[in-house]
């Protein structure tokens, strides 16, 4: 299982060296792939397009982007949703996570946005869904952010508990708080737990927009604690 995050950890490098490249790209559905999208696809072809870590008898699906994939980390194993089960060994994490993705994004290699990815891991679901993401949606319109949140939500309804954890406060970002509103009023209207991460005091790394390990562990941390109050478990 490390060799695998280590080897995943440096295709996605690539990728996302890329993917602040074509972020208006992305949003518009348009033009050509960057390097390292067959290497990811390949990967996923190998061990599926959902991961499963842990060994728990509860199991917890997450939809995310980078931060749940752990972007940026030299081993991927010290990723907030390896780090999660690790806190809780009751927790088994069905792991759907494609970096710089989001409700709108669908990444450089898409199509891979949570309207996208969103039935297959809502399948994965037992009774525990986490929706981890937001970030990459500061480039879209607020109005398209909602739409495309109703989808996403609407779809997992049918999840006993769903939560979902909205943006960091990225020093490399702008425009978090308006998305990080709309996610609360959606996810509020559907009596879904929402866990704001703005207040969140996390270490980012050097690109100012990854979390570093402890970061990630931290983030773990908050995660299931919101799990817990969301009576997860």
């Known amino acids: ?37 067959d290497d990811i696809r390949a990967y996923q072809e190998r061990y599926g397009e959902i991961e499963t ?8 699906a997450v939809l ?15 990723r907030w949703t390896d780090v999660l089960p690790s806190l809780d060994p009751e927790l088994t994490v069905r792991l759907d996570a494609v970096p710089f993705t989001g409700f709108v994004n669908r990444g450089a290699c898409g199509p891979n946005a949570f309207t996208d990815r969103i039935d297959r891991i809502v399948a ?29 939500l609407d779809a997992a309804a049918g999840t006993e508990h769903v939560v979902v954890i909205g943006p960091t406060d990225a020093p490399a970002r702008e425009g978090e708080a308006v998305v990080d509103a709309v996610l609360e009023r959606e996810a509020a209207d559907r009596g879904m737990t929402y866990v704001s991460a703005l207040q969140w005091e996390l270490p980012f790394g050097p690109d100012r927009l990854h979390l570093t390990a402890d970061g990630h562990r ?15 478990g």
Request: negative net charge; aromatic residues 2%; charged residues 25%.
């Open 124 to 152: 994965e679901a037992d009774d525990a869904l986490v929706i981890q993401g937001g970030l990459n949606d500061v480039f879209a319109e607020p109005a398209t952010v909602a739409e495309s949140v109703r989808d996403v």
């Open 64 to 78: 995310g982007d980078s931060y749940s994939a752990g972007d940026a980390l030299s081993d991927r194993g010290q």
């Open 1 to 37: 299982m490390r060799t695998r995050r280590i080897v995943i950890a440096s295709l996605a490098a690539a990728v996302l060296a890329a993917a602040g490249v074509v972020a208006a790209v992305a949003l518009t559905r348009a033009g050509a792939e960057p390097p390292g999208c």
């Open 53 to 60: 870590l842990g060994d728990g008898p509860r199991e917890v």
């Open 218 to 232: 931290a983030y773990a941390e908050k995660v299931l604690d919101a799990l817990t109050e969301a009576g997860v």
